[in-house]
């Protein structure tokens, strides 16, 4: 099992920037695909964005390509998502989330371990 941590998140005005990191501990991430989910008030988790062990192949929910890209380091274990031109509908809590297979998923339920996630708020 592989503890997750993210940070990152805060209140930041419409247009700006936030970037998220994860880092991961118990184990190593390499061959391990990673995604972001974001949860809203009263709305249900979404992927945002995932990618593979490698870091070659990367996928984002269509709200927020162009805006935010995912990357991953596996020799300091940890992935990032550069969050820019952020939207008041962006708001939620983050999380991030590892599977146990290296290619990736966009489907929630197949992530194995999860953070606590970090809030990310966007005002007007």
């Known amino acids: 099992q592989v503890q997750l941590v993210e940070s990152g998140g805060g209140l930041v005005q419409a247009g700006g920037s936030l970037r998220l990191s994860c880092t991961a501990s118990g184990r190593t991430l390499a061959f391990v695909a990673m995604g972001w989910f974001r949860q809203g008030p009263g709305k249900e988790r979404e992927v945002v964005a995932a990618i593979d062990w490698s870091g070659a192949v990367s996928y984002y929910t269509d709200s927020v390509k162009g805006r935010f890209t995912i990357s991953r380091d596996n020799a300091k274990n940890t992935v990032s998502l550069q969050m820019n031109s952020l939207k008041p509908e962006d708001s939620a809590l983050y999380y991030c989330?590892?599977?146990?297979?290296?290619?990736?998923?966009?489907?929630?339920?197949?992530?194995?371990?999860w953070g606590r996630g970090t809030q990310v708020t966007v005002s007007s």
């Open positions: 989330a590892a599977r146990r297979a290296a290619s990736m998923s966009f489907h929630l339920g197949e992530y194995d371990d």
